[in-house]
């Protein structure tokens, strides 16, 4: 763990900076975003290509895209716009970076990690499918494991690379080690909770120049939902707060990346052999990363994973 240095500006202020400006800038880019989609789906409707097998799946993916899918995919443009900007602007070196070596010990404790966390969590799925709260889906499909795996891999490489690896290091430049910690808990569970809220749309017809600025609207008021707070945000903190812990704890990102990625698989793969039956809220919500049962799960995962890692 990097010592805190007092000679350099604090990165936490240019790292909130960076994400109200990536915000905005979503809400800017989303409408022309959205008339861009539409005229481009137009366009190919048209043309001599629309039998072609890949343009058929574009218009499908765009027929189906509502307002807030083009807010989301903005707000990624402008994440990486201005990603290389706001590292300039804190000054990376490679030196912020957490070793890789030895694999062998890193390999072990990423399929600890992954093990721990995908088991711990379906296991705590089988107990709501048993308790009433979900129902298998008539087309289940056990053996489908591919958007699990990938979203598993995916989240858990880049996630940690840049929340545990360059973020973590940062803050670890100019604070303590358990300032670092709160501090990049907390904008983990805040990135994670700047989405419009599960179910709300703008009608197309309806969208305008602000409609992106409404967006933003739906995205504050869920910090006022007291119920939603303790079913997400609270779950959102646990896990950035292990992740943390680990990645401080082993001096690696490989733990972190088996824990996330055990998460992930576990969640998208109950996801879809099963769909939400009955309201719980605020123990069980509508997927495995929603509610207190998941928290304490989270928690208890975190804990038996930090045992672990220390006796070996």
């Given at each position: ?13 240019k ?9 905005l800038g ?6 022309p ?5 539409k005229?481009g789906?137009?366009?190919?409707s ?8 890949l343009?058929?799946?574009?218009l ?29 602007w ?5 030196s ?5 070596k030895?694999?062998g ?24 499918f048993?308790l ?6 008539p ?33 670890l ?21 700047l ?16 409609s992106g ?34 990645r ?8 972190g990346?088996?824990l996330?990625?055990?998460?992930v ?15 719980w ?32």
């Open positions: 763990m990097q010592a805190a240095s007092h000679n350099r500006a604090p990165a936490l202020p790292l909130l900076l960076y994400l109200f400006a990536v915000m979503g809400a800017l880019l989303a409408v975003l959205f008339h861009l989609g005229a789906h137009a366009w190919l048209a043309s001599s290509l629309r039998e072609s097998g343009v058929i799946w574009l499908g993916e765009i027929e189906k895209a509502r307002f807030t899918r083009y807010f989301n995919r903005a707000v990624l443009v402008c994440a990486i716009v201005l990603i290389w900007p706001f590292l300039r804190v000054r990376l070196d490679r912020l970076l957490p070793v890789w030895p694999f010990t890193g390999l072990r404790q990423w399929a600890l990690g992954f093990a721990l966390a995908s088991g711990l969590l379906l296991m705590l799925g089988l107990i709501f048993q009433g709260a979900y129902q298998l889906r087309d289940t499909r056990w053996w489908r494991l591919g958007e699990a795996v990938t979203a598993a891999l995916g989240a858990g490489i880049v996630e940690e690379f840049f929340f545990r690896g360059l973020l973590l290091s940062l803050l430049r100019t604070m303590s080690g358990r300032s670092a910690l709160l501090a990049g808990t907390f904008v983990f569970a805040l990135v994670h909770f989405k419009p809220p599960e179910g709300w749309q703008i009608e197309d017809a309806a969208v305008t120049w602000s600025f409404l967006v933003l609207g739906q995205i504050a008021a869920s910090f006022g939902d007291t119920q939603f707070l303790l079913a997400e945000f609270a779950t959102l903190f646990a896990v950035g707060w292990v992740l943390a812990h680990v401080m704890q082993t001096g690696a990102l490989w733990a990346i088996g996330h990625g055990g998460w698989f576990g969640l998208k793969y109950f996801s879809g052999i099963t769909h939400y039956h009955s309201s809220l605020p123990w069980i919500g509508h997927n495995l990363k929603i509610g207190l049962a998941p928290l304490l799960t989270v928690l208890l995962t975190g804990w038996i994973a930090s045992h672990l890692l220390r006796t070996r």
